[in-house]
């Protein structure tokens, strides 16, 4: 093990004790000891990709699903994975004892509220994989849990089962209609922002859906609380690939790197009319944005 525990992050040699099939995507639990202790709810970890001998010099960063402190084997942590390329599918074929080298628990975690209020978790397809275990610390505080899951397909949720045990309302919305409500989380928002009076959201998943969770909010008086899915090439702010356009409480525009400052952010704050086709831009009026002229 090396890194600091009082940093809050810990690098360990871990070590896949299972993996399962989830739908369209992989669950793995890892033995990494030092992780589960530090970890809070919205965090994430960084995993190195292909082996000893791989090209791969880059991490792959995934939400933190849950931890498990203690254990048969120790303390383990679990990840939902979507194999997309060549780094996912490394990890997606791992089997049971073999060695992943991890880094976590790595940025800024959900805030929990400070007494108890409605709560709305929002997730879309995998990205719903660390709001169960923040439903279950919201419910020991005796906050009310509404969740709303949506994906493109039925093949493509995660967690539905799961969530109607953490949660007390469990909405399902899918593009295609193949289950639940068809259509998106959006759609059925607003009435749930109706019925509960809920104060703040919570959400995980692609772009598009945390700008509409984040505008929805908004309308109903909501704060919402968003983990985006910036790509994160080392994860620990060295490389600035993660860098986005969010506002400071002064309301000051800068650039933050998603994997330090974030991945949550208050939806209200974030520069979403920056983001064009998954590409990220500089809005003009952020601090050290280029000019005409030069800088």
């Not at 933190?64 to 996912?88: M, Q, R």
């Not at 929002?122 to 923040?134: D, E, I, K, Q, R």
């Not at 093949?155 to 799961?162: A, P, S």
């Amino acid at each position: 093990m090396s890194a600091s525990r009082e940093s809050g992050v810990v690098q360990v040699q871990g070590e896949v004790i299972a993996t399962r099939r989830v739908g369209a995507y992989h669950h793995l639990t890892i033995v990494a000891p030092g992780v589960a202790e530090l970890a809070k709810p919205g965090q994430f970890a960084a995993l190195a990709v292909g082996g000893v001998t791989t090209g791969n010099l880059l991490r792959r960063s995934f939400s933190i699903h849950k931890v498990s402190p203690s254990g048969t084997y120790g303390g383990t942590l679990d990840l939902v994975i979507a194999a997309k390329g060549a780094g996912t599918e490394w990890l997606a074929a791992l089997r049971a004892h073999d060695a992943v080298d991890v880094v976590a628990p790595l940025g800024r975690a959900f805030p929990l509220p400070t007494e108890p209020v409605p709560c709305v978790l929002v997730g879309g397809g995998y990205g719903s994989a660390p709001l169960f275990w923040l439903a279950e610390l919201l419910r020991e505080r005796g906050c009310t849990v509404e969740m709303v899951l949506g994906a493109a397909s039925e093949d493509r949720l995660f967690g539905v089962v799961e969530a109607r045990r953490a949660a007390d309302h469990v909405t399902v919305t899918t593009d295609d209609g193949s289950a639940g409500v068809k259509g998106w989380v959006s759609d059925v928002l607003p009435e749930v922002f109706e019925r509960t009076g809920a104060p703040v959201a919570y959400a995980c998943g692609p772009m598009g859906m945390l700008q509409s969770v984040t505008r929805v909010a908004s309308e109903h008086g909501a704060v919402a609380q968003v983990a985006v899915e910036e790509a994160m090439a080392c994860g620990v702010g060295v490389c600035m690939t993660c860098v986005m356009p969010v506002r400071d409480k002064a309301g000051v525009t800068k650039m933050v790197r998603s994997c330090v400052e974030g991945p949550v952010f208050r939806g209200d704050r974030v520069r979403w009319e920056a983001f064009h086709d998954g590409v990220c831009g500089v809005p003009e009026d952020a601090v050290g944005a280029p000019r005409v002229g030069g800088h």
